[in-house]
């Protein structure tokens, strides 16, 4: 310490990590933690905690904030709402995505992505990249540069004719990350298969939010889910499979780790909350407000989810935000209501919900535990992504990002949240906690009523490379090819 005592101690906390529980106090200087014990000297300022739960604040890894789209469809929340949201949510760092655009430069999409996030943002942030057009020069210079920088995770994608990569393409960025280190995040499904499926919908005149889920259904997730792994496999190198939907992805996973590959997995609220049901009938639209991809599937799947987040083959519990409006031509509906599924952007809002729904569905219902939680929605996702130890744990030298739990009953309205999109798919559900308080390195953002923090206050978080223990102890093994 530098100076004097503690800029803050909370008192009485019940502190949770991904490892243990106990009841102390903790002291904060300068937006660290320095001291976890009992009975601390008075702080300059003082929060009695009165044994309420406190958790490392939430790291969400995926979502999508200011993210230019196809027009006229738009994303409602920039930096300044969709961080706004989040911090009120428990969450006190993000990592969007700076996506390449084809035949330009991935440095182009960062320094994009650094405009509309500098000033702006009210919790940390990151950013992924997303891999659109990896060309000899990408591979070669620019990708191994900008993981050595702090961009250390990339999204590759196995659909849409704008963002995917062909196997070979993706065999190329593997290899990269095998030689620099890095995360390859993939969202697997088979393009081949949803393009004929939507041809064939469309042909017959299917084309209400429902079919979304006809044109995408589990085995799609499943052949891209199988072809992830083999390439991963092929290159034996780590890779991280995103929002993961339905139990058959689910059992590749399962078999992945079986065979001792370093297979990761992230899924999402929308898995755990929403079935195909949600996305209405043949001729109701209202389901437009529900399309997300992969779609959300039934109540088997569902389990089998938390039978995954319980049992540790997830990795991490990430929101997948996509923040499009119900109303206007800009959001869930181009064109008008009646829009054809193939035309509804993907994605639904969550990035303020995503902590509260687990602690209330997972931890308070009994699913899982609150160290498994604090696992899930800090610590694994600080490991996966170069951010630990700062960020994702309470220990000495960690930012003072903190989460301070209330446990109280109530009905979620769109009301409550501070995002700018003018719904929740979870609305009229029963939540069960909500945060009493946020802090972002020691400064109270959220005190349980208003937002307290300010557009700029977030800080860029350059990140090392993943540090996750390796899900099963596989014997190094050189592939015959190299
Ligand atoms: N993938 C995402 O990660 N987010 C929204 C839609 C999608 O397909
Ligand atoms: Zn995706
Ligand atoms: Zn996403």
Redesign the pocket.
Same mark, same amino acid.
């Given at each position: 310490m530098t100076k004097q005592g503690f800029d803050l101690v909370l008192r009485d906390a019940v502190l949770a990590t991904a490892g243990d529980t106990c009841r102390a106090d903790l002291g904060i200087v300068d937006g660290r933690i320095v001291q976890i014990g009992r009975g601390l000297a008075p702080g300059m300022c003082e929060i009695d905690v009165a044994g309420r739960v406190v958790t490392p604040g939430g790291i969400d890894a &995926?979502c &999508?904030l200011d993210q230019p789209m196809a027009p006229p469809v738009k994303l409602a929340d920039d930096f300044f709402t969709g961080t706004r949201s989040a911090a009120c949510g428990g969450t006190t760092t993000v990592i969007p995505f700076a996506a390449q655009r084809k035949g330009a430069t991935v440095q182009a999409a960062i320094d994009d992505y650094h405009q509309r996030a500098g000033g702006r943002a009210c919790v940390d942030y990151a950013f992924h990249l997303i891999l659109t057009d990896p060309t000899p020069t990408v591979l070669a210079e620019e990708l191994p540069r900008l993981i050595e920088a702090g961009y250390s995770s990339f999204?590759l994608y196995m659909t849409?004719d704008a963002l995917k990569l062909s196997d070979a393409q993706i065999l190329d960025v593997l290899d990269v990350a095998r030689v620099h280190g890095g995360m390859a995040m993939i &969202?697997a499904e088979n393009s081949d298969c949803i393009a004929w499926l939507t041809r064939r919908l469309e042909a017959s005149g299917r084309t209400a939010p429902r079919f979304h889920a006809v044109s995408r259904p589990m085995l799609v997730e499943r052949e891209g889910a199988h072809r992830a792994i083999a390439l991963s496999e092929l290159i034996d190198v780590p890779i991280l499979l995103? &929002?993961i939907s339905g139990g058959e992805a689910v059992a590749q996973i399962r078999e992945a780790r079986a065979k001792g590959l370093n297979v990761y997995a992230e899924t999402c609220p929308q898995y755990l909350l929403l079935t195909a049901a949600d996305l209405g009938t043949d001729d109701s639209y209202f389901g437009a407000r529900c399309v997300? $991809?992969p779609p959300p599937r039934d109540k088997s799947s569902q389990e089998q989810i938390w039978q995954g987040l319980a049992d540790g083959l997830f990795t991490v519990f990430s929101s997948?935000h $996509?923040p499009f409006n119900l109303t206007g031509e800009d959001g869930k509906m181009p064109g008008g209501q009646q829009v054809a599924f193939r035309h509804i952007p993907?994605?639904i809002p969550g990035i303020e919900t995503r902590m509260p729904l687990l602690y209330s569905e997972g931890v308070l219902a009994g699913r899982i535990s609150l160290n498994r939680f604090v696992e899930l929605t800090a610590t694994q996702p600080a490991r996966a992504y170069g951010l630990y130890p700062r960020k994702g744990t309470l220990a000495i030298g960690s930012d003072a990002d903190l989460v301070i739990w209330e446990e109280r009953e109530f009905t979620l309205a769109n009301e409550h949240l501070h995002h700018a999109v003018d719904y929740t798919p979870y609305a009229g559900m029963t939540l069960r906690a909500w945060p009493a308080m946020t802090l972002l390195r020691g400064q109270v953002v959220w005190d349980g009523k208003r937002f307290t923090g300010a557009p700029g206050q977030g800080k860029f978080l350059p990140r090392g490379l993943p540090s996750l223990a390796p899900p099963s102890a596989r014997k190094g093994t050189r592939p015959d090819w190299r």
């Amino acid at each position: 310490m530098t100076k004097q005592g503690f800029d803050l101690v909370l008192r009485d906390a019940v502190l949770a990590t991904a490892g243990d529980t106990c009841r102390a106090d903790l002291g904060i200087v300068d937006g660290r933690i320095v001291q976890i014990g009992r009975g601390l000297a008075p702080g300059m300022c003082e929060i009695d905690v009165a044994g309420r739960v406190v958790t490392p604040g939430g790291i969400d890894a &995926h979502c &999508h904030l200011d993210q230019p789209m196809a027009p006229p469809v738009k994303l409602a929340d920039d930096f300044f709402t969709g961080t706004r949201s989040a911090a009120c949510g428990g969450t006190t760092t993000v990592i969007p995505f700076a996506a390449q655009r084809k035949g330009a430069t991935v440095q182009a999409a960062i320094d994009d992505y650094h405009q509309r996030a500098g000033g702006r943002a009210c919790v940390d942030y990151a950013f992924h990249l997303i891999l659109t057009d990896p060309t000899p020069t990408v591979l070669a210079e620019e990708l191994p540069r900008l993981i050595e920088a702090g961009y250390s995770s990339f999204k590759l994608y196995m659909t849409y004719d704008a963002l995917k990569l062909s196997d070979a393409q993706i065999l190329d960025v593997l290899d990269v990350a095998r030689v620099h280190g890095g995360m390859a995040m993939i &969202h697997a499904e088979n393009s081949d298969c949803i393009a004929w499926l939507t041809r064939r919908l469309e042909a017959s005149g299917r084309t209400a939010p429902r079919f979304h889920a006809v044109s995408r259904p589990m085995l799609v997730e499943r052949e891209g889910a199988h072809r992830a792994i083999a390439l991963s496999e092929l290159i034996d190198v780590p890779i991280l499979l995103v &929002h993961i939907s339905g139990g058959e992805a689910v059992a590749q996973i399962r078999e992945a780790r079986a065979k001792g590959l370093n297979v990761y997995a992230e899924t999402c609220p929308q898995y755990l909350l929403l079935t195909a049901a949600d996305l209405g009938t043949d001729d109701s639209y209202f389901g437009a407000r529900c399309v997300c $991809s992969p779609p959300p599937r039934d109540k088997s799947s569902q389990e089998q989810i938390w039978q995954g987040l319980a049992d540790g083959l997830f990795t991490v519990f990430s929101s997948d935000h $996509s923040p499009f409006n119900l109303t206007g031509e800009d959001g869930k509906m181009p064109g008008g209501q009646q829009v054809a599924f193939r035309h509804i952007p993907n994605g639904i809002p969550g990035i303020e919900t995503r902590m509260p729904l687990l602690y209330s569905e997972g931890v308070l219902a009994g699913r899982i535990s609150l160290n498994r939680f604090v696992e899930l929605t800090a610590t694994q996702p600080a490991r996966a992504y170069g951010l630990y130890p700062r960020k994702g744990t309470l220990a000495i030298g960690s930012d003072a990002d903190l989460v301070i739990w209330e446990e109280r009953e109530f009905t979620l309205a769109n009301e409550h949240l501070h995002h700018a999109v003018d719904y929740t798919p979870y609305a009229g559900m029963t939540l069960r906690a909500w945060p009493a308080m946020t802090l972002l390195r020691g400064q109270v953002v959220w005190d349980g009523k208003r937002f307290t923090g300010a557009p700029g206050q977030g800080k860029f978080l350059p990140r090392g490379l993943p540090s996750l223990a390796p899900p099963s102890a596989r014997k190094g093994t050189r592939p015959d090819w190299r």
